[in-house]
């Protein structure tokens, strides 16, 4: 008997186990306490753009190498050919060791701004719903008062209809400003590599940048300096002006057994080499069109170099009054909220004392609320603003380059 019991214990301990681990609620999300810069920081430690621009970097740094040991034992050069593998090849992979660099750079830009933008959007969501729960909290006190005035005999059964409808209108927008803050929450999770269904606790107040300090000429010069697209630019460049040199100083063709003489056994063999059984004399009309085809190379380079500029230019300029625009709109606003709050005030000392109407307090109220939303969206967009002037100074992608890098993937 005791060792049936004995058993049975066993069992009920094995089936309470089991119920503990396999039936137990699912863990809360966690909760991560974030300010900018450490979510930009967590951002730049977990991007997978960025790990992959590193990763080329690296890589464009080994195809250096192996073509600095494949060119180093040419010897003397006497054609074009062997000019481009002697001196163009090599300078192409030194440049473009260059250029991942750079663009390692610019992801890491693009990756702050990204996370900026997620932020201040989930900044925003949340102060919207701050907005519309106080809308919300008005509309029923309205209702209150309204009912009030009814009982009382002051005002007519509609006004306490029409109150209760803006009620559920109010309510209808919490609703909304809920959802939107979820999902700036998601947005900013997925930026930041956090679960989507993690509880994001962000500093108080809005993170301001300062641009005052920086005059348009200045962060036109900081453009024209670090910008990828410019330098990717340059160095085109760079390598069509040397192609045209070369093109200039050695000729276009030569013999085969002189190719067979000047070209290493570990360099593969290009395909526009002639043929074994050919033996190919210098072409002065094959030269002038070598020289040719490399002069307009250059010059086309020349011409894209200066078309980025100016579409640099362009959007720094555009940026600053981006900012002006908004910092008016600020400030528009801002004088609108206090003429809405005042208006809402007379509106209910006259429904109060008999000589408004419900209507009357109820359009003030919406003015009031339009009039909170008008500011919050004025203030992050004058932050957006600012944020886009700086970034499009620096080193980050802007447009087309940028397309592959949204949202931190």
């Known amino acids: 008997m005791r060792i049936r019991h004995g058993i049975l214990m066993i069992i009920l301990v094995m089936l ?18 974030l300010t900018l810069d450490s979510a930009i920081t967590r951002a730049l430690t977990i991007s997978p753009s960025l790990e992959l621009a590193q990763l080329e970097a690296e ?20 054609s074009y ?14 440049l473009a060791v260059q250029l991942a660099d750079w663009r390692v750079e610019g992801v890491q830009a693009n990756i702050a701004l990204q996370v900026r933008t997620a932020y201040l959007g989930k900044l925003l969501s949340r102060e919207m719903l701050s907005v519309t729960q106080e809308a919300v909290s008005a509309a029923k006190e309205q209702v209150r008062l309204t009912q009030r005035l009814y009982e009382s005999g002051m005002v007519p059964r509609k006004d306490v209809m029409d109150a209760s409808v803006r009620h559920s209108e109010a309510q209808a927008s919490l609703l909304r400003a809920e959802k939107d803050l979820a999902l700036a929450m998601m947005g900013l999770a997925r930026v930041i590599g956090l679960p989507l269904d993690a509880q994001i606790q962000l500093e108080p107040g809005v993170p301001l940048l300062e641009v005052a300090g920086t005059s348009l000429p200045e962060q036109i010069e900081k453009g024209l300096k670090h ?16 192609n045209h040199s070369l093109a200039e100083e050695y000729p276009a063709t030569m013999s085969w057994q002189d190719w067979m003489d000047e070209w290493p056994e570990e360099v593969p063999v290009p395909p526009w080499l002639p043929w074994e059984d050919e033996d190919v004399e210098e ?18 380079a020349i011409i894209y170099y200066l078309l980025t500029k100016d579409e640099i230019q362009m959007q720094i300029r555009d940026a ?34 008999g000589v408004g109407t419900n209507l009357e307090t109820i359009s003030a109220e919406l003015a009031r609320s339009q009039a909170q939303t008008a500011l919050v969206a004025a203030l992050f967009e004058h932050e957006l603003a600012k944020a886009a002037y700086l970034h499009r100074a620096s080193a980050g992608f802007v447009g087309s380059e940028d397309a592959s890098l949204r949202m931190g993937r």
């Open 16 to 33: 309470a186990t089991t119920a503990s681990t396999q039936g137990a609620w699912p863990d809360a999300p966690t909760t991560f306490e």
């Open 320 to 353: 600053t009054l981006q900012i002006e625009e908004a910092s008016q709109r600020l400030m528009v606003s801002e004088q609108g909220l206090k003429a809405a709050e005042e208006g809402l005030r007379l509106a209910r000392l006259r429904y109060q004392a």
């Open 227 to 242: 910008r990828f697209e410019l330098r990717q630019r340059l160095n085109a460049i760079k390598l069509a002006r040397l």
């Open 283 to 300: 072409d002065d009309e094959l030269n002038e069109i070598n020289r040719r085809e490399a002069e307009i190379e250059y010059q086309q």
């Open 59 to 78: 890589k464009a740094r080994l195809e250096q190498r192996v073509t600095e040991r494949a060119t180093e034992d040419l010897g003397d050069v006497s």
């Open 81 to 94: 050919q062997v000019a481009v593998v002697k001196y163009l090849y090599p300078e192409q992979r030194r």
